[in-house]
């Protein structure tokens, strides 16, 4: 059985799925916002929260970080000043780390360069985070993958192929690895979902956990990607559709994520073990809309039984239930019925029960 995990966490399938709460750059570069996304997600019932880390200078070019970002969701003048205002600071990192281990939850984050890496292992993230956009970007999965630490990676807006190369590079590093299905659009068609692509990836992979990184803005393909295998699901995270950037208006807010996990919760104790069984709550639903058999009018000792002499009506409080209508006719009644008496098979001749013997066969 694949399984990993994630500090302290097993994940298989035998497990509670997974539930990470990406929290991104929605803190808007505010620890305390960060803070209350935090215990927020917590309160939500999720196993882990998640943020970005970036190298801004490192990371893009001089002409994308000096290049003009005017819009709605803009925090700077150019997308450099943009980027810089959501960064939070290594001490930032580090107050959050702290504060997320006394909520009780675990707090990891995605690595975009490998400095950003470097300060994420520095700070004892127990687990990383590698976006679509470098499911190409070897030389960064071999950096993070020699940290030895957990490693979920999203592989949006890849081939197969490509899903393989990086899979291959990873692997003889760090095995402990977790492929997410994802669609690198924000937010996602659910047409362009491909949730069958979880079960393709078991089938490839069957030493991995498989999950879904889920960028639809509900929460029910997350547990149609439940049931087709999925154990970790990934799901961006606010507490305003309001606020400025562009992940707020597909996040879930707390009432979403707190509905998502109660049902990703619910779904294996839902699904049952494959028994049909009835359960002693059914009972008085059952006799109320339940059915017996009573006599359709008064019928006499020694009347034999023909269609149209019983009936079926409920409540299912006694008597015989409807399915032994056809072996009660033809059989002679032994005490009178009257109008809606339930039957039983103690007004009948007992040796034609029986034997099934009707009156004049030999």
């Known amino acids: 059985m694949a399984e990993l995990y994630v500090d302290g966490r097993r994940i298989a399938d035998d497990t509670d799925v997974y539930v990470i709460a990406e929290i991104g750059n929605n803190h808007q570069g505010d620890v305390e916002k960060a803070k209350a996304l935090i215990h927020a997600a917590k309160e939500c019932g999720v196993d882990a929260v998640k943020l970005q880390k970036r190298d801004n200078r490192r990371l893009y070019t001089r ?18 000043e943009h980027r810089e205002a959501l960064e939070l600071s290594p001490a930032e990192w580090l107050e959050l780390r702290e504060f997320s281990r006394e909520e009780g939850v675990t707090l990891f984050g995605t690595a975009f360069d490998e400095s950003s890496a470097d300060l994420l292992a520095e700070l004892g993230m127990p687990a990383f985070k590698i976006a679509s956009g470098d499911l190409t970007n070897t030389p960064l999965l071999r950096h993070v993958a020699s940290f030895g630490r957990p490693l979920f990676l999203s592989t949006g807006g890849g081939t197969l192929e490509d899903v393989e190369r990086a899979v291959d590079t990873i692997l003889p590093i760090n095995p402990q690895l977790c492929l997410l299905q994802c669609t690198a659009s924000y937010p996602c068609d659910v047409e362009e979902l491909d949730l069958r692509v979880i079960e393709m990836y078991r089938e490839r992979f069957p030493d991995l956990v498989v999950g879904l990184s889920d960028h639809q803005d509900g929460i029910a393909m997350s547990l149609v990607a439940y049931m087709l295998g999925a154990r970790v699901i990934e799901k961006h995270f606010t507490l305003s559709h309001s606020w400025r950037g562009t992940d707020h208006a597909f996040s879930l807010m707390p009432e979403g994520m707190r509905k998502l996990v109660r049902d990703l919760r619910r779904a294996p104790r839902a699904l049952g073990d494959g028994e049909k069984r009835r359960y002693p709550s059914e009972a ?40 032994e209508l056809d072996r009660l006719i033809g059989l002679r009644l032994t005490a009178p019925l009257a109008f809606e008496q339930e039957v039983t098979f103690d007004v009948v001749e007992a040796s034609e029960v029986l034997t099934g013997t009707r009156p004049g066969e030999a």
């Open 63 to 80: 002409a994308l970080y000096d290049a003009p970002y005017d819009n709605e969701h803009s925090f700077g003048a150019t997308y450099g």
């Open 284 to 323: 008085r639903p059952l006799e109320k809309m339940g059915k017996k058999l009573v006599a359709a009018r008064d019928l006499p000792a020694g009347h034999v039984l023909a269609p149209g002499d019983l009936v079926a009506k409920s409540p299912a409080d006694g008597g015989l239930p409807p399915y």
